[in-house]
């Protein structure tokens, strides 16, 4: 068999999310698979390095599939190119090492969430940006943040999933960068856990809005139960943004 990496980008707007269900067929795992298994005449699974929640996007979603085809990677990238739908692309396609994996190889992510936090209309970016127009305290989100970095057991700030060993994960940086109105929270860490991001992003957002003093920062942490953690924000706001590997100094 032999093995692919594949890099796609995609607008998670209308998709039930990356992982495939039985019940619908809008997902971006399902899209890939069904044009892969075509272009290549047998059936193709693939693996992602992370399974984004509905309506969440990706800028750099790195996949991996094994095929007894030995497909040229310029031709078959073209196909894909012009058989995908249009709110998924193709970026990149190489042969990959027999033991490399999209999930299970992966060292580092990086997730950018971003909030358009004014009261002006946002027209263009409406469907990939939180509107937020109250005003934010900064600094105190910037104090929050730092208290959240690091290896730390994560309970509080993911959705419960059965068959979850662990939920200690390494949240390496939260940086904060305004552009104008735009605010982006930028996430790099080991691995995020079910809707942890979206709930970091809710309770930040509880602090820099007042609603949250950064002193309970800790206690939230320790308690390891979701309802002390903030509100899980919206999906459409969250972008996949990078993915390292060993080989890129991960």
């Given at each position: 068999?032999n093995n692919y990496?594949?890099t796609?980008c995609?607008?998670?707007t209308k998709?039930?999310?990356?992982?495939?269900?039985?019940?619908?067929?809008?997902?971006?795992?399902?899209?890939?698979?069904?044009?892969?298994?075509r272009?290549?005449?047998e059936?193709?699974?693939i693996?992602?390095c992370?399974?984004t929640?509905a309506?969440?996007h990706?800028?750099?979603?790195?996949c991996?599939f094994r095929?007894q085809?030995?497909p040229?990677?310029?031709v078959?990238?073209?196909?894909?190119?012009?058989?995908?739908?249009?709110?998924?692309?193709?970026?990149?396609l190489?042969?990959a090492?027999p033991?490399?994996?999209a999930?299970l190889?992966?060292v580092?992510?990086?997730?950018v969430?971003?909030?358009?936090?004014?009261?002006?209309?946002?027209?263009?970016?409406?469907r990939?940006?939180?509107?937020?127009p109250?005003?934010?305290?900064?600094?105190?989100?910037?104090?929050?943040?730092?208290l959240l970095?690091?290896r730390?057991?994560?309970?509080s700030?993911c959705?419960?999933?059965?068959?979850?060993?662990?939920?200690?994960?390494?949240?390496?940086?939260?940086?904060l960068?305004q552009?104008?109105?735009?605010?982006?929270?930028?996430f790099?860490?080991?691995?995020?856990?079910?809707?942890?991001?979206?709930?970091?992003?809710?309770?930040l957002?509880e602090?820099g809005?007042?609603?949250?003093?950064?002193?309970?920062?800790?206690a939230?942490?320790?308690?390891?139960?979701?309802?002390m953690?903030?509100?899980t924000?919206?999906?459409?706001?969250?972008?996949?943004?990078?993915?390292?590997?060993?080989?890129?100094?991960?």
């Open positions: 068999m990496k594949l796609v995609y607008d998670g998709y039930r999310g990356w992982q495939k269900q039985g019940n619908t067929a809008l997902t971006i795992q399902g899209k890939l698979e069904q044009q892969l298994s272009l290549l005449g059936p193709v699974e693996a992602g992370g399974r929640d309506g969440v990706a800028r750099a979603q790195v991996s095929t085809a030995a040229d990677c310029e078959l990238l073209k196909q894909l190119r012009e058989t995908l739908p249009e709110d998924i692309g193709a970026l990149s190489e042969p090492p033991r490399f994996h999930r190889s992966c580092e992510k990086t997730y969430y971003r909030i358009w936090n004014s009261a002006e209309p946002d027209v263009f970016e409406r990939y940006r939180y509107a937020l109250e005003k934010l305290d900064l600094p105190a989100m910037r104090q929050a943040a730092s970095c690091g730390h057991d994560f309970a700030f959705t419960a999933r059965p068959g979850k060993k662990s939920t200690v994960r390494e949240l390496r940086s939260i940086e960068q552009d104008g109105a735009e605010l982006r929270l930028v790099t860490g080991d691995g995020f856990l079910y809707n942890m991001v979206r709930i970091l992003t809710g309770t957002l602090v809005l007042g609603r949250m003093p950064v002193s309970r920062i800790p939230v942490l320790a308690a390891g139960d979701r309802a953690a903030g509100p924000a919206p999906a459409k706001g969250l972008i996949l943004w990078q993915v390292n590997y060993p080989d890129q100094g991960g």
